[in-house]
């Protein structure tokens, strides 16, 4: 498993993105659409970790009561049903695996309640 991105909930995802891309030198890596909204990843061109800047208000219904104030890391695997099973064996609670956009996560909560996210 590796980090793949972190999640930023921005409240201007442009202005964000721009900030990123012109002012810190990083590049728009993907973009997606969910619920009407843009979601940019951006991050330097030589490697592979990202920013994911997901707009506050597609979090309107904020699912598990998330913490938006602080950044979402999300973990990169090769096998996601493998993973989640995995962690759910050893006792880790573990959601169902969901589309996100284009693509399939689920997450996991630490023993302080934190949530983390796996995708492949």
């Known amino acids: 498993m590796q980090v793949s991105y972190v999640v930023l909930y921005v409240d201007d995802a442009e ?15 993907s973009v997606t ?11 330097f061109a030589d490697q592979s970790f990202a920013f994911e800047l997901v707009p506050l208000a597609l979090m309107a219904n ?3 009561g998330l913490d938006l104030a602080t950044p979402s890391v999300c973990f990169g695997v090769d096998d996601l049903e493998a993973a989640r099973e ?19 996560t689920f997450a996991f909560s630490d023993p302080e309640g934190r ?4 995708a492949c």
């Not at 659409?33 to 991050?43: K, L, N, S, T």
Request: charge should be neutral; charged fraction near 25%.
């Open 15 to 29: 202005l964000c993105r721009r900030f990123w891309v012109e002012q810190i030198g990083m590049v728009e890596k």
């Open 33 to 43: 659409e969910a619920g009407g909204h843009r979601i940019a990843q951006v991050g």
């Open 62 to 64: 904020n699912p598990n």
């Open 86 to 104: 995995a962690m759910s064996a050893k006792g880790v609670e573990v959601t169902e695996v969901m589309a996100h956009g284009e693509r399939m």
């Open 115 to 118: 949530w983390f996210a796996v």
